[in-house]
């Protein structure tokens, strides 16, 4: 876990702890390669409703380092599959993303009953934070 300000952990909180698009990178063969995701963060990770077979879960099995950038925020971390959305491991993270993800969880992107349908978790190692002239670093 991440070891920084209980006041940027509020920045956070208040930035991200909603449905928020961020840039995800991966890596393959030495190549970066970056696509939009909806997250939610909570406690120094953010969490992404993805597809176990995707082309980004195939490249973070293979190197699980990742980059994320968001509204005046960029960090590193380390990308991990939860498994199966409706797994028991899973429910209370997953209640969260129903709630949080509301407006469109049920619009057919996703088969919940779908074991590939999975939860990235991606811990927060390092990164900037930029919020009112005020830099965190962690």
């Known amino acids: 876990m991440i070891n920084w300000s209980q006041e940027s952990e509020i920045v956070m909180t208040e930035r991200f ?19 939009y995701v909806n997250a939610y963060y909570e406690q120094g990770a953010f969490y992404v409703i ?5 082309k980004k879960m195939r490249q973070i099995a293979n190197h699980s380092t990742v980059a994320i950038a968001g509204e005046w925020f960029t960090a590193q971390g380390k990308g991990n599959s939860l498994g199966y959305f ?12 129903k709630n949080v993800f509301a407006e469109w969880i049920e619009n057919g992107h996703f088969d919940f009953t779908d074991e590939h ?11 900037l934070l930029l919020s009112h002239g005020t830099k965190y670093k962690f």
């Open 17 to 35: 702890g909603k449905d928020t698009v961020i840039a995800l990178a991966t890596i393959e063969n030495e190549v970066p390669d970056v696509r």
């Open 50 to 54: 993805t597809h176990a077979l995707s």
């Open 86 to 97: 409706g797994k028991e491991e899973n429910h209370e993270i997953a209640e969260k993303l």
């Open 117 to 127: 349908t999975i939860i990235l978790r991606i811990e927060l190692t390092s990164g």
